[in-house]
């Protein structure tokens, strides 16, 4: 940490501190925690609009713990299920920011921005190929549109995050 920033008492950008785990992990969880929550206010919105707030999550809980038959024979909401998809939204989103803070720490130039972009890739389009292959169900109740907004809002909230912390993007 450097003199100005603990006489101040800020908390010090990234790109001031050591490059230790726990700082990379702290940036990912927090890179993370916007954009999950970004992406579910995305859908919390949409769901609201279409007259069945929390129905994504709910959704998702049931192709993941009770598989596809059960998403196609209906959804119906209860608060445990919502709050358990939630935690496990919010892990996979700490896993996507640690990796966006590792790639923007550790590797300089074109390496960092392929691996920013290739992450970005990852959570538009890896996310939704294989909800649409594990949950056909799940893939055609939520529309591509939908789906590629709510992951552009949460990886520009990530992005954000992390031009707050290092100064730059990529």
Do not use: N, Q
Request: glycine share 12%; proline share 4%.
């Amino acid at each position: 940490m450097s003199t100005a920033t603990a006489a101040t008492g800020t908390a010090p950008r990234a790109d001031e501190e050591s490059d230790d785990l726990s700082t990379i992990l702290w940036d990912g969880f927090m890179a993370g925690a916007v954009g999950a929550l970004l992406v579910a206010l995305w859908f919390l919105v949409m769901d609201t609009m279409a007259g069945d707030p929390l129905h994504t999550p709910m959704l998702f809980y049931t192709a993941l713990f009770e598989g596809s038959a059960a998403v196609a024979e209906g959804v119906e909401f209860h608060a445990g299920p919502v709050a358990i998809y939630s935690l496990i939204h919010l892990g996979v989103y700490f896993l996507l920011g640690s990796g966006l803070f590792l790639a923007a720490r550790r590797l300089s130039g074109g390496a960092r921005t392929a691996v920013v972009l290739g992450l970005f890739a990852v959570l538009i389009g890896g996310i939704y190929a294989a909800t649409a292959v594990l949950w056909p169900p799940v893939a055609a109740a939520i529309p591509l549109w939908s789906f590629i907004g709510a992951c552009l809002l949460g990886a520009a909230g990530m992005a954000y995050y992390l031009k707050l912390r290092t100064g730059r993007v990529l």
